[in-house]
């Protein structure tokens, strides 16, 4: 069965360090994947997609994520957090003709001064 | 820059009630889904729909759901009988298009809680 998995629930950093939030994918076709944004009171903003080509994909507010079929990975990166990124964020994906998304559990990211 | 926006943000209902989340989606989108998030779970898919239709549906999505696009602006989801674990964040979203590289905006979600 397709899945999504975050495997870190909690993540806590302080500002001005790097950041790398990890996902994981278990598809049998080509997947599509994303990373959605969530900060409280708001709804999910999408941060960047993958779809297929390169397999370093930017995205907005500085975030980039990296796709590696070797490890079924696709994990997303930002190089200086700032304590505005504190929220939750999300990877999903589907594959094939189907249009539902399917939602890893979320990382919720904690960002110190 | 446009948005989908939901209403009520906060519902609160009895076990066995009817309630009805109400969605606006993107005005050009075509393609209008639902999700839920049951507290500590992942975000699950319901339903989508489009031309009237409704194109998939989860088995999350019983007899109990249904969703209506009553005008040329709103998108909504009705429980006809609220149970308990019903009680959830839902989001709405929109897209343009419903192919996989189309990009799904999404609202900020009502919470339902049922008592």
């Known amino acids: 069965a397709q899945s999504v998995t975050q495997p870190d629930i909690h993540i806590t950093v302080s500002e001005g360090a790097s950041l790398e939030l990890r996902c994981n994918y278990s598809y049998g076709a080509t997947p599509y994947l994303f990373w959605y944004v969530q900060s409280p009171g708001q709804g999910l903003q999408l941060l960047l997609k993958y779809f297929s080509g390169d397999t370093l994909v930017q995205g907005i507010k500085g975030f980039e994520a990296e796709f590696k079929r070797s490890q079924s990975s696709f994990n997303l990166r930002k190089p200086s957090v700032h304590w505005s990124d504190a929220a939750e964020y999300f990877c999903?994906?589907?594959?094939?003709?189907?249009?539902?998304?399917?939602f890893g559990a979320g990382t919720r990211l904690a960002v110190h001064p | 820059e446009p948005e989908v926006t939901q209403t009520p943000s906060h519902q609160v209902t009895q076990m066995g009630q009817e309630v009805i989340l109400r969605c606006v989606p993107i005005?050009?989108?075509?393609?209008f889904y639902w999700y839920r998030q049951i507290l500590g779970q992942k975000v699950e898919f319901l339903v989508s729909f489009y031309n009237n239709e409704i194109s998939e549906k989860s088995e999350i999505f019983d007899d109990q759901f249904s969703v209506e696009r009553p005008d040329g602006s709103n998108f909504t989801l009705k429980i006809r009988s609220t149970k308990l674990e019903d009680s959830a964040m839902y989001f709405c979203?929109?897209?343009?298009?419903?192919?996989?590289?189309?990009?799904?905006?999404f609202g900020p979600g009502t919470r339902l809680t049922v008592l």
């Open positions: 999903a994906g589907f594959s094939g003709g189907y249009n539902k998304l399917i």
């Open positions: 979203a929109s897209s343009q298009e419903g192919i996989v590289t189309d990009t799904q905006y």
């Open positions: 005005s050009n989108h075509l393609y």
